[in-house]
């Protein structure tokens, strides 16, 4: 049973518009959220994190939303540009626990 | 950014063969994973340690064991490969208390033949 959904593998946007990661968590026990960026043969990248206590955090041209009562989160880039082109994961984690919990991840492909 | 290295980054063996895979970090951290990717998967934990002589398995049943003697180094060994091992496996580190970010190495991409 997956905890953690991302459900679109593949987002395709064009320079300079915005690109929205979605994801969705079934576990009301998760706290915390984080989203990775991974290029192929690296290993992931930290981004952006979440405590459950905020709806937003911002960093730059990153901006993670939460809204708990849908268990959902997502990760806005904007403007997008072609270095952002990798695969984003999101994961969770639930206070007390020392894990991570990872979706399938989704390809974004940002193009000129 | 973190300091976090495996070696290799790429290995081709055959079947029965034993591999250790290397794991390094030199942040001090106690807490330190390893996880294994399939592409287009999500990755999954399968053996975590708290700190020296520490290690637990993670949700992933695998045949792997490791080992955690010093702070800094966390090896992860397989006795027997076989083509189901053929992964990506990833290493990771965290702080501690007070941080969920878990800092990445480059991985190492395992293929058995």
């Known amino acids: 049973d997956q905890q953690v959904k991302q459900n679109s593998p593949s987002l395709s946007v064009q320079e300079g518009r915005i690109s929205i990661l979605n994801c969705d968590y079934t576990n009301s026990m998760f706290d915390y959220f984080l989203w990775y960026k991974k290029y192929p043969a690296e290993g992931p990248t930290f981004l952006i994190s979440?405590?459950?206590?905020?709806d937003k955090n911002e960093d730059g041209r990153f901006t993670v939303f939460l809204n708990k009562s849908a268990k959902h989160l997502s990760l806005h880039i904007v403007p997008s540009q072609p270095g952002d082109s990798a695969v984003y994961f999101c994961?969770?984690?639930?206070?007390?626990?020392?894990?991570?919990?990872f979706g399938t991840g989704t390809r974004l492909q940002v193009f000129p | 950014e973190a300091d976090i290295y495996q070696t290799p980054r790429y290995l081709v063996i055959g079947t029965g063969k034993k591999i250790t895979l290397e794991c390094s970090q030199t942040?001090?951290?106690?807490?330190m994973y390893w996880y294994q990717q399939d592409p287009g998967m999500e990755l999954h934990l399968i053996h975590y340690s708290y700190g020296v002589n520490s290690t637990e398995k993670g949700d992933l049943s695998s045949e792997s064991t490791v080992s955690r003697i010093r702070t800094e180094h966390f090896p992860l060994t397989l006795e027997s490969a076989r083509p189901s091992h053929t992964s990506q496996y990833l290493c990771?580190?965290?702080?501690?208390?007070?941080?969920?970010?878990?800092?990445f190495g480059p991985g190492t991409r395992l293929t058995v033949t």
């Open positions: 994961a969770a984690s639930a206070a007390n626990t020392d894990k991570l919990i």
């Open positions: 942040m001090g951290h106690d807490k």
């Open positions: 979440i405590s459950s206590i905020k």
């Open positions: 990771a580190s965290r702080k501690g208390l007070g941080t969920y970010e878990q800092y």
